[in-house]
């Protein structure tokens, strides 16, 4: 079983749908990072979490610490929204990352 | 952007030969990270130095070596390049050796390499 369990791998959306993406983990961390990936292949990092929730524009990001369980949330999508969306988790004292395996988000106009 | 420079952008090579990629982490950053990332095992962390010193080790293997300069830059050498090692890889910066701190990641727009 992977440390860090993503879902669901593929998404398809309308535009303006309301997208949720889940990450679970099983080790113990210092923090969680949310990633962008498109399709050219760059990475961005939308947020870092060790509690509560964040929100940056129409994403909003959430870690629940006690469940070991994130969500990513993307409000009225739009298809510049398109992406990879990857979950990576900071384990306790180290600053090694351990990456979801992805979920790959289309969103249609 | 990032602030994150990595060349070459793309790499085609041979197997048996060696190639070095190339990071600029961004202006004052000192941790610099390497990551690999490959279409059946996902991103995968390999190297991590600041300034100047490795500080953690991933699945890096022993054909791969990196180092980082004293100008922070950082070089990572592959050898007897394999089929298999054929990945995007990528360099990311932040501002300190966390060790539990929480710092933001920023990413290069990753060096793609083809080994035929």
């Known amino acids: 079983k992977n440390e860090v369990e993503q879902s669901p791998q593929n998404l398809t959306a309308q535009e303006g749908e309301f997208i949720t993406i889940n990450c679970s983990y099983s080790v113990g961390i210092s923090a969680l990072h949310w990633l962008q990936q498109h399709p050219g292949g760059g990475i961005v990092s939308l947020f870092m979490?060790?509690?509560g929730k964040k929100k940056h524009g129409r994403l909003i990001a959430t870690i629940n610490i006690q469940e070991k369980h994130s969500s990513l949330h993307i409000t009225a999508s739009h298809p510049r929204d398109s992406a990879v969306y990857i979950c990576a988790v900071r384990t306790y004292n180290t600053d090694k990352l351990i990456f979801g395996t992805g979920t790959r988000l289309q969103v249609f106009p | 952007d990032s602030g994150v420079t990595q060349t070459p952008k793309h790499l085609i090579t041979a197997t048996g030969q060696r190639v070095t990629l190339r990071c600029s982490p961004r202006?004052?950053?000192?941790?610099v990270y390497w990551y690999q990332q490959s279409l059946d095992q996902g991103l995968q962390f390999l190297i991590q130095?600041?300034?100047?010193?490795?500080?953690a080790k991933g699945n890096i293997l022993e054909r791969f070596s990196a180092q980082q300069f004293p100008d922070l830059h950082s070089e990572l050498n592959l050898s007897s390049l394999e089929l298999g090692d054929s990945a995007l890889y990528f360099c990311a910066s932040s501002d300190r050796e966390t060790r539990g701190l929480n710092s933001p990641l920023h990413f290069g727009n990753g060096t793609r390499l083809t080994v035929t």
């Open positions: 130095y600041y300034n100047g010193e490795e500080r």
């Open positions: 202006s004052g950053d000192l941790s």
């Open positions: 979490l060790s509690s």
